[in-house]
Structure formats: C-alpha cells, structure tokens
C-alpha cells in the first residue's frame, strides 16, 4: 500500500517556516493605535515603518520598537503623529499569526 505524502509533507514544510519566522521576527505585540501613539510619544524622535495594507478593505500598518519590544499596530485610517516622529514606506509589513 502506497501513501500519497506530498500534502502532508507540504504541511509539515509550511509548518516550519512559519515557526522559523516567528523564532526569526521575536516577540512583536500588537496594541491598539491609541497605545501605539502612547508608546511613541515615551520614545520622542521614534521611527515607524508604515505600510498600507488590505485588498477589499485598505487598512494602515505601523511598527516600532521601544525598550527592546516591537509594537505593531493596524488602523482603518491613517494615523496622524507628531512631526518629531520619522518613518520609512515599507511595501509591506508582515506579521506571523
């Protein structure tokens, strides 16, 4: 008797990459964009990397680090920050589930 392995070792593959990624990325939190704005106003001259995201639905992705944490936060409009605040456009902001 033959087993037909492809899609569960494609699972298995798939499985581990993510895994890998999660290990690779580290602890990212994510916080809802009125904590994301608290978080950098503690940081003053902070840097966010922002990327707009979603297909059907546009949506607004943010990310910075403070004390050795990655905050990510995710909006259906676009934030306003202060001017101290720099960023860099990202294509895309990819976050593991």
């Known amino acids: ?3 037909d392995t492809g899609a569960g ?4 593959a798939a499985t581990t990459i993510i ?3 999660v290990k690779a990325s580290g602890a ?5 964009p ?5 978080i950098l106003n503690k940081e003053g001259r ?3 990397i922002k990327a707009k995201g979603g297909f059907f639905k546009p949506n607004y992705q943010y990310l910075t680090s403070y004390k050795g944490f990655v905050f ?3 909006s259906s409009s676009e934030m306003m920050f202060s001017p101290e ?11 593991p589930d």
């Open 46 to 48: 902070a840097l966010v």
């Open 85 to 95: 605040v720099e960023f860099i456009n990202a294509k895309e902001i990819w976050i």
């Open 34 to 38: 009125g904590d994301f704005k608290e």
């Open 1 to 3: 008797m033959t087993y």
């Open 9 to 12: 070792a494609a699972a298995v």
């Open 72 to 74: 990510f936060t995710k």
């Open 19 to 21: 895994a890998r990624a």
């Open 28 to 32: 990212i939190i994510r916080v809802e």
